[in-house]
């Protein structure tokens, strides 16, 4: 018991080891907020170029896109782009490559939210907008968006904690966030309690998150 | 210019057919301002194909559709502006279940015709005031009646101060105790001056309120003329055969 103690719930490791880990911490928090709505924004796009575009094209290429970057695991995207974009002669900053890694992959799960969201709108909502003189862009940023965000709130919620999470791969390219924080303090220490203090500050970051999502979940099922 | 033989709303051989299917196949109609006019006509008619080609929210084949003296039909045409022109009711109401009433009817008003808020809000509660629903301005969609819900319709149509207002079966939706209401701020609207064009299975309302019935059958008009001649003495056999069947 001593030894379990002593191992993983070391507190004198915590107290050495908390300034080191939160700053990992805020790392993850800025990376999630800077790869969250770049690749949101990048899945919302596609998705209006799903539905919304008349194309065959346009919509077969956004189908081949979203199919690849959910098959491709994004631990080896991320690999691939900051160890081989410099072969391509890309001269992409560190951030950069992280970034572009972590939207490809979350775009293709956001667009698929988003275009469920926007095909749970009724066609009458549409008709009602365009019969009243706004355009196709107005009806959808007036009508059709806020409808389809709404229905689809519980789904993008959980995205964004998915994404969170996964921001911990960039810990493979070097990037100091709360993972890479913790394994550096477990290898100084030779004790795996700093990784038990990074499970804790990932619960204390998530956990609200799910909070929430629970209770739109909660919301969600009983106006049905 | 007699303004008083200008047809508002034309239509000239309009055709429209999906694939090999033909569902209007020439439909020639002149509603003049301030006329209340009732299309009727068993389901699968065209008549409600025909009152949305009207305003373009499905495109014709061929033919002429002319609102107060633009082409809807023809290329490079403004729909957006034209269609400001045309108010349109709708069975299923299509309220925006997001916005509260006030932001049903002031959508539009400001992000079409660019009013102020307080503009806007000014139009829209006058509109509201006239379908009897100005002390729900707050309320959301949901919590309103069917019929309180088709009159915010009607209002949101009616704010923009349309030429004409089209009605695609604008009770069909509604629990019999509340189609009255609607009925009512419907004939209100009509003595209040406006062009309306009304597509309907209410042949009470169509023989008390409206200047002309149209029948329409097969994606063609059989028959049109004032109420007491379509309803008392009809003229064609499918038009008499059609009343025995709704009227008996």
């Known amino acids: ?224 | 210019m007699n303004t008083a033989a200008y047809p508002i709303l034309e239509l000239v051989g309009l055709r429209k057919h999906y694939g090999d299917q033909e569902v209007l196949k020439g439909i020639d109609l002149r509603v003049r301002p301030g006329e209340l006019v009732c299309v009727i006509g068993p389901s699968g008619s065209g008549k409600s194909s025909m009152l949305r080609c009207c305003n373009r929210l499905e495109e014709c084949s061929g033919g002429q559709i002319v609102v107060d003296g633009t082409d809807l039909a023809a290329p490079g045409v403004n729909l957006n502006q034209v269609r400001q022109k045309i108010g349109m009711v709708f069975q299923q109401f299509n309220l925006y279940p997001h916005l509260n009433v006030l932001g049903n009817v002031t959508l539009a008003l400001r992000k079409v015709q660019g009013y102020s808020r307080a503009k806007a809000q000014e139009k829209a509660l006058a509109a509201l005031a006239r379908v009897g629903l100005a002390d729900k301005a707050d309320a959301w969609p949901a919590a309103l009646s069917g019929g309180q819900q088709q009159r915010v319709g009607i209002a949101r149509a009616i704010a923009l101060e349309p030429r004409i207002v089209l009605f695609d079966e604008p009770t069909s939706a509604l629990d019999p105790e509340l189609v009255g209401s609607v009925l009512q701020v419907m004939q209100e609207l009509r003595e209040s001056g406006m062009t309306m064009l009304v597509v309907t299975h209410e042949m009470a309302f169509a023989r008390a309120v409206a200047d002309r019935v149209v029948f329409m059958d097969g994606g063609v008009i059989v028959e049109q003329g004032p109420p007491d001649a379509i309803f008392g003495a009809p003229r064609e056999l499918r038009t008499q055969a059609f009343l025995q069947r709704v009227c008996s």
């Not at chain 1, 709505?37 to 094209?57: D, Q």
């Not at chain 1, 969201?117 to 066609?123: A, D, E, I």
């Open chain 1, 1 to 224: 018991m001593d030894a379990l103690l002593a191992n993983f719930l070391n507190v004198a490791i915590y107290k050495e080891v908390a300034p080191y880990l939160l700053q990992g911490l805020w790392t993850t928090i800025w990376l999630s907020l800077l790869v969250i709505p770049l690749g949101a924004g990048l899945g919302l796009v596609l998705a209006i170029l799903a539905t919304k575009v008349n194309n065959r094209g346009i919509r077969w290429l956004v189908a081949l896109y979203v199919d690849f970057f959910r098959a491709f695991p994004p631990l080896v995207l991320l690999i691939f782009i900051y160890f081989g974009a410099p072969f391509l002669g890309w001269e992409l900053p560190k951030l950069g490559s992280i970034a572009l890694g972590f939207m490809l992959n979350n775009s293709s799960y956001f667009a698929e939210v988003f275009r469920a969201g926007l095909g749970s709108v009724p066609r009458g909502q549409e008709e009602a907008a365009r019969s009243t003189g706004l355009s196709a862009w107005k009806t959808l940023v007036y009508v059709t968006l806020p409808q389809a965000t709404r229905n689809v709130l519980p789904d993008l919620l959980g995205n964004v904690i998915e994404v969170i999470k996964m921001t911990s791969l960039a810990s493979v390219v070097a990037l100091p966030e709360l993972l890479k924080a913790a394994r550096d303090a477990q290898s100084m220490f030779y004790n795996p309690s700093p990784v038990i203090l990074a499970a804790l500050l990932y619960l204390a970051l998530l956990w609200p998150l799910v909070r929430l999502l629970s209770h739109l979940e909660n919301r969600r099922f009983s106006n049905r």
